[in-house]
């Protein structure tokens, strides 16, 4: 028991030996790490402290240079004031010394503006470039022209007078329209137009060459007329023209509707054609039957006495009504396909009038989307209206006439139909009266 208790007293003393030990050597640590932790703080001072005084003279430094640059920028400002007021009194003295040749410097200036635009608009811009030069350098001019300018200026003007009374040939690079380019001799018709063998050429600045019209107007056509036509506008006509359209491009216009017009009007046109000669052969088959006693079935009027030497034999009121039955057949066949003809005449116009509805409709839809500021946009959904509007009257108006003509012509032969057979019915009335 004692030896127990010995023990544990022991071992509770090394505990507590060894616990000791620890405390000492955790308190040896501490103090080193705030040794080293005040090292390292005085290192950061110090270079706070060196960067702080380096930043400090860079400020100087700066300050020093933003003040020389304020010395500057005043000493040029008061040299650009002392300048702008230099300026002032030598523009003065220049106005006082020039007096009127300011007027003078804007008119030529003015005058070679006008003539170059002139000039370069006409054919003389290839024959005589030289006199563009001279008119463009008097208006790009920046300061009073010299005499020699002054002297010029009227020689041009006289030069283009003269030119513009004159019809002279001149040899010139000619593009054709199959875009082929070779000399050719035109005829430069005064300041207005060039005139070649194939007709009127314009005026390709450009490129220093003229060029053919792909269209020509109808009197430049060989062997039509015989007066020389000019156009005044220098070309502006002539291109105007070559933006109108053609017959084709005018149906096109019509759109699907337009497509749909000519259609009736081709098919109403050929049942009008056929309709006329089968009524033509029929009037003239009459006219050669009436001249005959034998009846030819050939002929409504030669069917019609083939019923009555058939039927003769019958009663008055019998007859009478074989007779009618075969003139109403007779003009159901001549009648054929008039009324097809006059459905087509009476739908064209409608047609017309949907397409300039169609038209119409589009229009106020290109004005919704993009506005009415380009015209051009606009022109499409017009175009078609108003096509479609004419080539419904245009294919109405010959299919009525064709209508009205032939109906004429059937209610003429159908009078002559009744008129003979009226005369036999007259003729076996009076003959049965005498039997």
């Known amino acids: 028991m004692r030896r127990l208790t010995q023990t544990a007293v022991t071992a509770a003393m090394l505990l507590l030996s060894a616990h000791t030990l620890a405390n000492t050597d955790m308190v040896e ?48 400002s008061d040299t650009f004031s002392d300048n702008e007021r230099a300026l002032s009194e030598k523009e003065t003295e220049l106005t006082l010394a020039t007096g009127a040749l300011g ?14 635009a002139e000039l370069e608009r006409g054919p003389l811009a290839l024959t005589a470039p030289e006199r563009i030069e001279q008119a463009q350098a008097m208006a790009r001019a920046d300061r009073l022209p010299e005499l020699a300018q002054l002297q010029a200026l009227p020689a041009i003007m006289m030069a283009d007078i003269r030119d513009g009374a ?20 035109l005829w430069r018709i005064g300041p207005f137009n060039l005139l070649s063998e194939q007709g009127f050429a314009q005026v390709d600045t450009a490129r220093g060459l003229a060029t053919l019209y792909p269209r020509q107007p109808d009197f430049m056509l060989p062997g039509q007329g015989n007066a020389l036509v000019i156009d005044p506008a220098m070309g ?29 009007l081709a098919i109403g046109a050929l049942i009008a054609l056929v309709r006329a000669a089968v009524l033509l052969r029929s009037q003239l088959a009459i006219n050669k039957q009436l001249k005959q006693r034998e009846a030819n079935d050939n002929n409504p009027l030669g069917r019609i006495l083939k019923v009555y030497h058939a039927q003769k034999h019958h009663n008055l009121e019998t007859l009478e009504l074989k007779l009618l039955e075969a003139i109403v057949n007779e003009q159901q066949g001549l009648e054929k396909g008039l009324s097809m003809l006059k459905l087509m ?12 509805v169609t038209g119409m409709i589009e229009t106020f839809q290109v004005i919704t989307q993009y506005g009415n500021g380009d015209p051009k946009v606009m022109a499409g959904g017009i175009s078609m209206a108003l096509v ?14 064709a209508h009205n003509l032939l109906s004429t012509r059937v209610t003429v032969i159908r009078s002559l139909l009744e008129k003979e057979s009226i005369a036999l019915v007259a003729a076996h009335a009076d003959g049965e009266s005498k039997a």
């Open 166 to 185: 004159a019809i002279q040939p001149v040899t010139l690079p000619l593009a054709q329209t199959d875009g082929k380019i070779a000399e050719a001799q």
């Open 29 to 76: 640590r501490s103090a080193e790490a705030r040794a080293a932790e005040a090292s390292h703080n005085a290192q950061r001072e110090s270079r706070h402290q060196a960067s702080a005084a380096e930043v400090e003279a860079q400020l100087k430094q700066q300050m020093a240079a933003l003040k020389a640059l304020k010395a500057e920028v005043a000493a040029l």
């Open 236 to 264: 502006e006509l002539l291109d105007q023209y070559q933006q109108t359209p053609t017959l084709s491009q005018r149906l096109a216009q019509g759109g699907l509707v337009g497509q749909v017009i000519l259609v009736l």
């Open 388 to 401: 479609t509007t004419v080539l419904g009257l245009v294919a109405a108006m010959p299919l009525l006439l």
């Open 103 to 116: 007027e003078v410097y804007g008119v030529v200036r003015q005058v070679g503006g006008e003539l170059s």
């Open 345 to 356: 005449a009476a739908i064209a116009p409608m047609l017309g009038l949907l397409g300039t």
